[in-house]
């Protein structure tokens, strides 16, 4: 059973940063791309960041400049650079994988807690 682990969240303060990272484990599997994913208090999960097997990152606009994605897909691990945070970043940050093959499959961590707070 494939998992996915997060670690490197926190209370942090405002301007501050924090480094996320996550690693797969569990059996023998391969990624296409992994990513982060945000669900702040209240609202819908969002997408933050993905880099692809080839190592191409991708960003969604409200995120380009304060964070930085990388990683390694072939040793199944990622992080997140948070940089610049501001209170609006407070909010559960998940990893997630989504196999090769078909049909691809998509993974999940647990979470990982983010507090932006003076």
């Known amino acids: 059973q494939v998992q996915l682990v997060e670690s490197g969240g926190g209370l942090v303060q405002p301007g501050g940063s924090l480094t996320l990272s996550c690693s797969a484990s569990?059996?023998?599997?391969?990624?296409?791309?992994m990513g982060w994913f945000r669900q702040a208090p209240g609202k819908e999960r969002e997408l933050v960041a993905g880099?692809?097997?080839?190592?191409?990152?991708n960003y969604a606009e409200s995120f380009k400049g304060r964070f930085t994605i990388s990683g390694n897909i072939a040793r199944n691990t990622v992080a997140l650079q948070l940089n610049s945070l501001e209170p609006e970043d407070t909010a559960v940050y998940y990893c997630?994988?989504?196999?090769?093959?078909?049909?691809?499959?998509?993974?999940w961590g647990q979470g990982t807690q983010v507090t932006v707070s003076s």
């Open positions: 997630n994988a989504v196999s090769t093959g078909w049909p691809p499959i998509t993974y």
């Open positions: 880099i692809s097997g080839v190592g191409s990152a």
């Open positions: 569990g059996g023998i599997f391969s990624f296409r791309a």
